[in-house]
């Protein structure tokens, strides 16, 4: 008998089967029912620590710290994160279009989350291989970049899913792209579309082409390795690919996409050039700025403008070298050898017109070295290499080399100068053993008007303005003398005694040896005597005389409480004397020191305007109102003129990054500085310090033609230390020169000889068009002068600047 279909046996069958389905539907219905549930489960459990997406507004965007002259001219730049952020409006269409087929074609579709990408998400964590195109959405990348790290987890990537979510449903399609392309890291330093187009092509976001675009939208995914400046290959590779997909999309033609295709990579990298390099300056700028707000100033994007018009600090760099390098001709200063054995000629900066080269070849006639330029230079014997002693130390040379092989071998790394325009002629070189720094200030306001902290800055980063303490020798003399006048016991006619002093074991001397008896306290001071110094500090009191040049700028603690102050047996800054100087001759008030005059934030707003105390604050405030009339209208024409410009420039691209105030810099009232020493004693010392050039230790100085100076030489024991400081109703500057470990300079190297020509020289270019003026026992006499400086900034410098004084 056979079976049947409807036999017991198949009837078991069939039961089995059915109930194997059904357990299969059921498994495959709780999974279907267990994921949606599982990720509300996992919503419920995270959302209390996500992040409120209403504060992704206020994430940083950053760009680069620039420090400007007075005169608008750009010296320095610091930081390397760069973003320049837009709005959805001003970004081309094309653009957006290219980030979309780049990155999440369905953008405008998805509500944050891409479901076909979540499983290639989850394998690039498990596998660590990232060679696909990724399951990240362009909400999720910018969950990632604005709330999260960029570790490679399971519980990263979840929470990352629940913030895009979030994020979608609290922001708008065009409101997330813009976070997106503002925040995304693009190489090179560059943050957002905008920094990237600078960087990689120096353009706005309006001129770049398809191919151009395309570049940028391929950078995201790897901005290292799909770098066009690090690797232009698989850039281009990666850009073609996504010119491709833009045809695709139907977002460009097929000849939109054949003329990109073929278009070269057209890297024209962007970087910001200095107008001028003045290192000192800028460096303490940021050091002042990172140490007053921290370290992440360097990429607030704040555009620093200081006190210092460029014309100024360029003629004190130029008068402090060539002083420092006269000092060297004089003396004849021995070879000090060879920079360096051997090394890259990467490493080594340029000092002044002094290249570093290396040495090739070595003959009796000479030397053949090559520059870093790669270019090949001959140095002869004769002419250029024939100058060069043996060197006995500090300011001493000894006999002269016979030949180049006693000097240098091959490999080494030397210094080298041309001779002429052409760079066919050159001559061994070496930086000036000694070392130098320069300072002028305002001394109505303290404003720096020029600071040069030493020979140069590649050489020696070490700022002797205000680092450097040294000894002052008898420029401290003023200040002695004025703590004198302020007792009331003495008068600049009053006659003191210059004859030979004892005071115990301490005998000091004239610097002369010689003693000539009573004579006026003027004359004391115009002759630099010793002895009548020691005298007036006698009768001044120790005590009190530390108390007035503390007052002055001087710290009391580096002033000995002996009678060897008198002869300048302190611990001070240039800039420190400068300060008290300035007191000399602005009517007896100590200003502060400053030399940051305004804040910009990137959008070129001010942020800080300084507002220094005066001198004469009732002078400067009579004037702020016409000086904030003509600073306004000076504002006023420079739109104008920019106006004309852009006119006249339709294509020109506009510079983001510079510094174009959006409204006049004003100045509000000013505070009193106060009074130190009185009007009357201020008077009479400006007059002494103008004795000392027309009949005293700087009569050097009447060359400069002008009888609105005054000043005093310095030297300190065995001329370790020269200075002279030099006054003038506008300003008052400082020089020292001497050896950064203090040693003799030798003969004849007084304050006179070595730092009084650095200071006229200066001096000559600073005042240049200054019209002769001197100081008044009216102190309100000087109710202009206090703010005309300003003006007439503004009236001197090119259209386009004239906005900040």
């Not at 990579?265 to 990172?290: F, T």
């Not at 001497?738 to 070595?754: I, K, L, S, T």
Request: net charge positive.
């Amino acid at each position: 008998m056979t079976d049947t279909p409807d036999t017991p046996l198949n009837a078991s069958i069939l039961s089995i089967i059915f109930r194997f389905l059904v357990a299969i539907i059921a498994f495959i219905l709780i999974l279907v029912l267990a994921f949606p549930i599982g990720f509300y489960g996992m919503a419920m459990y995270l959302q209390p620590n996500l992040p409120d997406v209403k504060n992704i507004n206020t994430s940083k965007f950053e760009m680069p710290l620039q420090i400007y002259t007075a005169d608008n001219k750009l010296i320095g730049q610091y930081g390397n994160r760069f973003s320049m952020p837009v709005t959805y409006e001003q970004m081309p269409k094309q653009l957006i279009n290219a980030f979309l087929s780049a990155e999440d074609s369905s953008f405008f579709e998805h509500s944050g989350i891409s479901v076909k990408g979540i499983g290639r998400a989850i394998t690039e964590v498990i596998t660590n291989d990232d060679t696909q195109t990724g399951g990240s959405t362009i909400t999720m990348q910018v969950a990632k970049n604005y709330f999260l790290s960029t570790e490679r987890t399971l519980n990263r990537k979840l929470t990352e899913l629940f913030i895009a979510r979030k994020i979608e449903n609290e922001m708008t399609k065009d409101e997330i792209l813009t976070l997106y392309v503002n925040k995304i890291y693009l190489g090179e330093g560059s943050y957002g579309v905008a920094a990237a187009a600078r960087v990689y092509f120096s353009k706005t976001l309006d001129k770049l082409t398809i191919a151009e675009m395309a570049m940028i939208a391929g950078l995201p995914k790897a901005p290292s390795a799909y770098n066009p400046v690090a690797n232009p290959q698989r850039a281009l590779t990666r850009r073609n690919w996504i010119i491709g997909r833009m045809l695709q999309d139907g977002h460009i033609s097929k000849a939109e996409h054949d003329e990109a295709i073929n278009a070269p990579i057209g890297l024209h990298l962007y970087r910001e050039k200095l107008d001028l390099n003045m290192p000192y300056l800028a460096e303490m700028a940021r050091s002042s700025l990172v140490e007053k707000y921290g370290k992440q100033v360097m990429d607030s994007g704040w555009r620093i403008q200081l006190t210092v018009n460029s014309n100024e600090q360029i003629a004190a760099e130029d008068a402090l070298i060539s002083g420092l390098k006269s000092y060297d001709a004089r003396h004849g200063n021995g070879w000090q050898g060879i920079e360096a054995k051997s090394g890259k000629l990467n490493n080594f900066s340029t000092y002044d017109n002094m290249y570093a080269a290396q040495v090739i070849k070595v003959t009796n006639s000479g030397f053949q070295a090559k520059l870093q330029s790669g270019n090949i230079i001959n140095v002869a014997w004769s002419g250029g290499m024939n100058w060069a002693r043996r060197s006995l130390g500090p300011g001493r040379a000894g006999s002269y080399f016979t030949n180049p092989h006693q000097m240098l071998q091959v490999g080494n790394i030397v210094r080298v100068t041309p001779l002429n325009k052409e760079k066919n002629t050159w001559r061994l070189a070496q930086p000036p053993s000694i070392q130098g720094a320069l300072v002028s200030i305002h001394p109505d306001n303290g404003a720096v008007r020029a600071l040069v902290g030493g020979f140069n800055f590649n050489h020696s980063k070490f700022n002797r303005v205000t680092q450097g303490y040294r000894q002052p020798g008898s420029i401290i003399k003023p200040l002695i003398y004025a703590a004198a006048l302020e007792t009331g016991k003495f008068t600049p006619d009053s006659l003191i005694s210059d004859a030979a002093i004892s005071i115990g074991n301490w005998r000091p001397k004239n610097a002369d040896g010689n003693y000539t008896g009573a004579m006026p306290i003027r004359r004391a001071l115009a002759l630099s005597r010793n002895t009548p110094s020691i005298r007036l500090l006698q009768s001044t009191g120790i005590d009190n005389a530390r108390q007035t040049l503390n007052m002055m700028g001087l710290e009391k603690e580096r002033l000995p409480t002996t009678l060897a102050l008198a002869l300048g047996a302190a611990s001070v800054t240039p800039l420190q004397m400068a300060t008290g100087f300035a007191t000399l001759i602005n009517g007896g008030h100590r200003i502060q020191p400053y030399f940051i005059e305004r804040i910009y934030d990137f959008k070129n707003t001010v942020i800080f305007q300084a507002n220094p105390v005066q001198a004469c604050a009732l002078c400067f405030n009579d004037n702020l109102k016409h000086l904030n009339r003509s600073l306004a209208i000076s504002f006023g024409q420079n739109q104008k003129d920019k106006s004309i410009t852009q006119d006249n420039q339709p294509n020109a691209t506009p510079k983001h990054d510079r510094l174009k105030p959006i409204s006049p810099a004003l100045y509000a009232n000013a505070n009193q500085a106060p009074r130190v020493i009185s009007q009357k004693t201020s008077y009479e010392m400006a007059g002494m310090l103008r004795e000392v050039i027309t009949s005293g230790t700087a009569k050097k100085a009447l060359a400069l033609g002008r009888a609105d100076v005054g000043g005093k030489t310095g030297t300190t024991n065995q001329a370790k230390d020269a200075w002279f400081a030099g006054v003038h109703p506008t300003s008052s500057t400082v020089v020292w020169v001497g050896f950064d470990n203090p040693a003799p300079m030798g003969a004849g190297e007084y304050g006179g000889v070595a730092a009084l020509p650095i200071w006229m020289n200066f001096t000559r270019q600073q005042l240049h068009d200054t019209p002769v003026q001197w100081v008044s026992a009216d102190n309100r006499s000087k109710s202009k002068k206090a703010t005309q400086h300003i003006i007439n900034f503004t009236d001197d410098v090119p259209a386009g600047q004239k906005s900040s004084p």
